[in-house]
């Protein structure tokens, strides 16, 4: 699997997930385990390395900021579950977040949640766990540990690619900063400068 391999079974996934379901995002994950439990263990296995790699270029302070905005707080785990969760988006709006995060301000589930004053748009936790629940299926056994000893003897084959750099880190609970580094977030959930 390439990354354009990646990119198009998350957009078929997409278009599989019934956005009428009463949790979008877990039947956004169950059609990718679907789709990626109709490849093959090795697939699956490069899928998870390249999730990971996404996952981790998103590993910064301005996005974390963006995802503390929307959230109305950000936990570690909790910034699992968000980054996770742009991948989800599919490849557009990953570009555009990993790019800028503040053009998340033009996504329709994060203008949605800043008017209903939710924190749950774009986390989703169930999509870091595709993988493993595709190789389950595929493989016949109900143990994740199969699926992790497969994982990390398949990437004791690979090379890991340079970290990623965090960037300038700031204060998310001071408003004037968030409004300078993400305003327009800033202006959906905080409301407008000086306010």
Known sequence: MDLTDFWDLIEAARADASPSTDD???ALASAMVDRLAATSEQTVLEFEELFGQLHAALYRWDV????????GGCSDDAFLDF????????RDWYARAAALPDALAEHPDVIASAAECSDEALFN????YTASHAYRRI???EDTAAFHAAYDAFRATRTDGAPTEMGEDFDFDDDAEMHARLP???HLYLGPVGH
């Open 24 to 26: 979008p995002g877990e």
């Open 64 to 71: 974390w900021a963006a995802a503390y905005l929307i959230g």
């Open 83 to 90: 980054r996770a969760g742009l991948i989800a988006q599919g």
């Open 125 to 128: 936790e169930s999509v870091n």
């Open 139 to 141: 493989s016949g056994s």
């Open 184 to 186: 327009r977030l800033a």
